[in-house]
């Protein structure tokens, strides 16, 4: 069951594209500007909207880590913006100048790809913001891109029908005549498919275009056979050009919009449909899965986003609660560290993961060290977001078996406080959960409920030392 929960109609013209953060949702359009939405209340950030392009706005996503988003526009450039705060941390020109279409960023946030109508494409490295590399599809304007979850590859879709397979170098590895009358938009699948007679690993693709329909492809990259782009099926169900397609963060679902102004999500294993939504009045442009939580955004040529809450129970939403309760995460299998990856925000690591076969017990053994020498996170920042992840679930790990004083426990989250800070009520909270509850513009208490009279947060050391000698007391 799929229920629409909420309707953005902010935008003056066509919604063009929509993107999830773990915490955001973002939106542009052909009114030149790009909004920014908190999804627990879906109330718009206060520096949005974000007024930078001078035409329409045709692409927008966010970094793996939600701190930066990007932007694409016919005006040539594609911007990025800090979403702490809606700055403006470059504009990077098409070397072409010619009207931008789509944009990406890699797995780990090094690279950031754009891809242009005139069928140019070009990586950009977001450490020193300057070109990389660049190409161009064979023919046709370049209208859709996505990366490979581990990122040592990315698929590229044409206005003249083709599916383009690079390597991270932006050298050709394949091309394949998809669709008779042009690609609209692809998707790679976070979770690969492994192959048990060959043991060769695919990843899943999802293509659809001007000719009605939805295809599912398989890659496989075997030291023999080179690179293989494999058909697997064909989804049916539209009456019309399909203008998107997405898989959810389990790989279990997919979905589409078309002219027909129906939205249709799939089952992606059988090739069911589940749903089929008819809310949009004109052509449904985007649709979009959360990485973390079970909703979907559509957005239409009808100047509106629909928000749906997806009664479905995908793995990425609910089974890393179940697992945490019912198996010690020291016997978590692969599968299990892959669906808490997805409930901490850090979906575009399940590839990385499962290559290098992290469990359970290495994920509790990882340190900042092996992630970046063994799994080779050059990002300090993500690094840091992942090693950060990995201690709350060790003090879980530790609260699962010792009772923790309650003083210690932070009263919005109800975890162990590792930076507690005094309120203007009197109450210790973990610091970063009363930011955010102060960001989503709440001025009362989290306890009393009664107004702030100062947003002003104290460190509280005492709690702090306390919090710490009693760490020091019970060792895992």
């Known amino acids: 069951m799929a229920t629409l929960i909420h309707t953005l109609a902010d935008h003056s013209d066509d919604v063009n594209y929509c993107a999830f953060s773990s915490s955001c949702l973002a939106t542009c359009s052909l009114d030149k500007t790009v909004r920014v939405y908190s999804l627990n209340s879906f109330s718009e950030l206060p520096y949005s909207p ?50 931008v279409r789509v944009c990406r960023f890699s797995p780990l946030s090094t690279l950031l790809l754009a891809g242009a109508a005139d069928g140019s494409l070009v990586l950009w490295n977001m450490q020193s913001l300057k070109l990389y590399r660049s190409g161009n599809v064979k023919d046709g304007s370049l209208v859709a891109c996505a990366f490979s979850p581990n990122g040592n590859f990315f698929v590229t879709g044409s206005s003249c029908g083709d599916l383009t397979i690079w390597d991270d170098k932006m050298r050709c590895l394949y091309n394949e005549k998809a669709h008779d009358l042009g690609v609209t938009c692809c998707d790679i699948s976070s979770q690969p498919i492994s192959d048990g007679d060959h043991g060769f690993r695919y990843f899943q693709i999802a293509s659809c275009g001007q000719d009605n329909q939805i295809k599912l492809w398989l890659i496989s990259f075997a030291e023999s056979l ?3 782009l494999k058909h697997k099926c064909t989804l049916n169900g539209h009456s019309a050009p399909v203008l998107a397609c997405a898989f959810s963060c389990d790989g279990q679902m997919l979905v589409s919009g078309s002219v027909d102004k129906c939205v249709i999500i799939y089952e992606t294993i059988t090739g069911n449909t589940l749903h089929t939504l008819s809310q949009h009045t004109r052509y449904v442009t985007t649709c979009a899965f959360a990485p973390s939580s ?73 340190t900042k060290e092996s992630l970046a020498n063994e799994l080779k996170i050059e990002s300090l920042g993500l690094r840091s977001k ?86 020091e007391t019970h060792p895992k």
């Open 386 to 471: 992942v090693l950060q992840k990995i201690e709350e679930l060790r003090r879980k790990t530790i609260s699962d078996s010792v009772t923790i004083p309650d003083e210690f426990l932070c009263p919005i989250t109800r975890e162990l406080m590792q930076d507690p800070v005094i309120a203007a009520d009197g109450y210790s909270y973990e610091k970063e959960a009363m930011e955010n509850w102060i960001s989503n513009r709440r001025r009362s208490s989290p306890m009393t409920n009664l107004p702030l009279h100062s947003l002003v947060l104290t460190p509280n050391r005492t709690l702090k030392m306390a919090i710490t000698r009693w760490l």
């Open 294 to 366: 079970p909703l979907l955004a559509t957005g239409s040529m009808d100047k509106t986003v629909s928000i749906w809450q997806l009664d479905l129970k995908p793995p990425c939403a609910g089974n890393p609660v179940e697992n945490e309760s019912k198996v010690a995460v020291e016997d978590w299998s692969e599968d299990d560290v892959s669906a808490w990856l997805h409930a901490q925000g850090l979906a575009d690591f399940v590839g990385l993961f499962k290559i290098n076969n992290i469990d359970g017990k290495e994920l509790l053994n990882l």
């Open 226 to 228: 080179g690179v293989e």
């Open 50 to 99: 974000l007024r930078g392009h001078t035409y329409a706005v045709h692409c927008c996503c966010f970094s793996p880590s939600g701190h930066a988003l990007a932007s694409c526009s016919t005006d040539g450039t594609t911007m990025v913006w800090d979403t702490g705060d809606g700055r403006v941390l470059a504009v990077l020109g098409q070397p072409s100048a010619s009207p």
